[in-house]
């Protein structure tokens, strides 16, 4: 008899869950900048899989592409606050002012 492959239960994967800010991959630091505190996550080549666009300079960041990314620390931030930087963007955004200023 051949063997069944399919999983027997329908259900959500757990990738799918939501996950909270402080959690996924590399090491959480907070920096402090004229703007305020943010806390700071470096993304690995490795684990960066998804497409995002740079606020620092409106590029995409491609998949595979290491990066930081970055939330506001007052109040631990939301996943409407994070934000994927190149991390060359993200060390020259208070030389360039892009970035700063209101959240």
Same mark, same amino acid.
């Given at each position: 008899?051949? @063997?069944?492959?399919?999983? !027997?239960?329908? %259900? !959500?994967?757990?990738?799918?869950a939501p996950r909270? +800010? *402080?959690? %996924?991959? %590399?090491?959480?630091? #907070?920096? #402090?900048?004229?703007?305020?505190?943010?806390? =700071? @996550?470096? =993304?690995?080549?490795?684990?960066?899989?998804?497409?995002?666009?740079?606020?620092?300079?409106?590029?995409?960041?491609?998949?595979?592409? *290491?990066? =930081?990314?970055?939330?506001?620390?007052e109040d631990y931030? #939301? =996943?409407?606050?994070?934000?994927?930087?190149? #991390? *060359?963007?993200?060390?020259?955004? !208070?030389?360039? *002012? @892009? %970035? +700063?200023?209101? @959240?």
């Amino acid at each position: 008899m051949p @063997r069944r492959n399919r999983p !027997k239960r329908p %259900g !959500k994967p757990e990738s799918a869950a939501p996950r909270p +800010l *402080g959690s %996924g991959f %590399g090491f959480a630091r #907070t920096e #402090t900048a004229p703007d305020g505190d943010w806390i =700071v @996550r470096t =993304v690995p080549a490795a684990q960066a899989q998804k497409m995002y666009r740079c606020p620092g300079c409106d590029h995409e960041i491609r998949p595979g592409v *290491g990066h =930081v990314v970055a939330w506001p620390a007052e109040d631990y931030g #939301t =996943v409407q606050d994070r934000r994927h930087w190149h #991390t *060359g963007c993200w060390h020259g955004r !208070k030389r360039s *002012g @892009r %970035g +700063l200023g209101p @959240r």
